[in-house]
């Protein structure tokens, strides 16, 4: 090789190397300034958020004073990665307090930023983003949407009906189940029990008027899910439901009537005998073995059947 050419391309090397350099260092001084604009806004945010809590004696909580700060510190609706990680802060408290303050928190977060950055994500068009979106309303507590969120409690995407669900049950506790027939939708298991458990965080207190109302589902999701709530409340009123149940087309539904009946049957010995009483009628000879092995595990007598 010619020295001129090898000459040249030293020199390219030498450029490709310090270009290299150089945006590596300008890499890592973007990454310093960005964690401490964080650290800038989480202090701030703190900070506001107890005096707003906390004011001194005589002086009232101000929205316009937290907006003020927030803002100062670069958090802008020019600036979404900013508000971004506002939302993630006001989710970290609101998860993190209760009570009155809880309450409190709530009428703040309507007043200050992000600037409608969560219900705006329903606008896009990528599900996920509108999912996102949905989770930020009901972590923040923010239930002036649920109109917005109710339309996507049946929708096609998985994740997005899910959130949907998720966030009309925190919003409504029990009413939520009023809505359990117009869901034509598969509903997992992992989102059965989801709900189930909101439902128990977020209203201990058994409604089951509304609960009554679901029972006009024909969806057999619907219906297991129905079924765990009475197991997991231990609603022994609605056990004729479960029982009537355990002939139902569907093999997962009868499973979760099966374990549900079994469950209540701790707090009510008659549960015990009237299952031994209408073993004969359900449809699987495996589910009839399972229901006899667990009986006569507590000690019931159990009778001859056609299995």
């Known amino acids: 090789m010619p020295f001129g050419n090898l000459e040249f391309f030293i020199k390219i090397f030498l450029l490709f190397l310090v270009a290299n350099i150089l945006l590596t260092l300008c890499a890592a001084q973007w990454r310093r300034s960005k964690n401490r604009r964080k650290k800038l806004i989480e202090a701030v945010f703190a900070d506001k958020i107890s005096d ?5 004696t005589g002086k009232k909580p101000s929205f316009i004073d937290v907006q003020r700060a927030l803002r100062k510190v670069g958090v802008r609706e020019e600036r979404p990665e900013n508000v971004q990680f506002l939302i993630q802060l ?12 809880r309450i409190q928190l709530k009428r703040l977060y309507g007043q200050i930023p992000p600037y409608r950055a969560s219900i705006d994500k329903l606008r896009k068009r990528d599900p996920f983003q509108k999912a996102l979106g949905i989770k930020e309303i009901y972590e923040m507590d923010q239930n002036q949407y649920i109109k917005q969120i109710a339309a996507y409690r049946d929708h096609k995407n998985i994740y997005l009906r899910r959130e949907a669900q998720i966030a009309l ?32 965080d977020v209203c201990r207190e058994p409604k089951v008027e509304y609960l009554h109302l679901a029972y006009k589902t024909k969806n057999p999701d619907a219906i297991e899910l129905i079924i765990r709530i009475i197991k997991k409340f231990y609603l022994l009123s609605e056990v004729d439901y479960v029982f009537l149940n355990l002939k139902h087309p569907s093999y997962e539904v009868r499973k979760a009537a099966i374990y549900c009946l079994l469950s209540l049957k701790v707090r009510d010995g008659a549960i015990a005998e009237r299952l031994v009483r209408v073993m004969d009628g359900i449809p699987s000879k495996i589910q009839r073995k399972q229901v ?14 056609s299995l």
Do not use: C
Request: glycine share 8%.
């Open 90 to 101: 006001m989710i970290r408290t609101q998860q993190a307090l209760g009570g009155s303050n």
């Open 292 to 305: 006899l092995k667990y009986l006569a595990k507590g000690g019931h007598t159990i009778p001859t059947l």
């Open 169 to 200: 049950v925190s919003f409504l506790g029990w009413d939520s189940l009023r809505f359990l027939p117009y869901l034509s939708r598969k509903i997992s298991l992992w989102q059965q029990i989801k709900i189930v458990e909101k439902l128990h």
């Open 52 to 56: 707003f809590l906390y004011p001194q």
